[in-house]
């Protein structure tokens, strides 16, 4: 069921919180909905989905992989000019 809810807010951050919305092809409300259902259920917003959990432990990396340092690496083929 939904509610309304009215808040004071300050103009500015009323409409760049406008902007933020329409960028993402949302509503405020729903905006506004996401953020307080994180703040109350942290917990949710780190489940993980079905086909991340089936490939968690799929490839095994010798204990001395600097797995940073093989990412730059790759970053940096990615983008040279």
């Known amino acids: ?3 309304k809810l009215t808040l004071k807010l300050d103009n500015s951050v009323i409409e760049k919180a ?9 509503s405020l409300s729903k905006l ?3 953020y307080l259902g994180l703040l109350v259920n942290p917990q949710d917003s780190q489940d993980v989905t079905p086909l991340v959990k089936s ?3 799929v490839v095994e990396l010798p204990k ?6 093989d990412y730059k690496k790759h970053l940096s083929n990615k ?3």
Request: charged residues 35%; without cysteine; glycine residues 4%.
């Open 55 to 57: 490939l968690s432990g």
């Open 32 to 34: 506004i909905e996401s």
């Open 1 to 3: 069921m939904n509610t």
């Open 79 to 81: 983008y040279a000019k």
């Open 64 to 69: 001395n992989v600097d797995y940073k340092k």
């Open 18 to 26: 406008k902007t933020y919305a329409k960028k993402k092809n949302t």
